[in-house]
């Protein structure tokens, strides 16, 4: 979905306006894999429409199918299938290779750096 189009679509929902409702459940019924991924969210949010969680999860699964790289994230969190936050957490503190000198201030000897 284009940045303008996107734009125009928050506006409308924002609105409240059911006809950008209606466009966004038209394009998904034609293969907008982006449709569907905002479709789970109005269903799951219940903005503009009634919360439906069975619309969201089935509208994220059909994002996902299509190719959408948000909504296969989102399945993928829902199952227990991404990596916990402490884990990318632990990757981001890890020192490189080498020797540390001091914890606090960090301080450390690299034993070889990527160019």
Do not use: C
């Not at 905002?38 to 269903?43: C, D, M, R, S």
Request: hydrophobic fraction near 45%; glycine fraction near 6%.
């Amino acid at each position: 979905m284009d940045q303008n189009r996107l734009e125009r679509w928050y506006a409308g929902i924002e609105a409240g306006d059911q006809a950008v409702v209606e466009d966004t459940k038209r394009a998904a019924k034609e293969g907008s894999a982006e449709d569907d991924y905002l479709l789970a969210v109005l269903f799951a949010s219940g903005v503009t429409v009634p919360m439906n969680l069975e619309a969201a999860l089935r509208h994220l699964q059909s994002a996902a199918q299509r190719g959408h790289a948000a909504a296969k994230g989102e399945l993928a969190a829902l199952a227990g299938e991404s990596r916990p936050v402490q884990a990318f957490v632990a990757d981001w503190l890890r020192l490189p290779d080498g020797q540390a000198l001091s914890m606090s201030p960090r301080v450390a000897i690299i034993s070889s750096s990527a160019r």
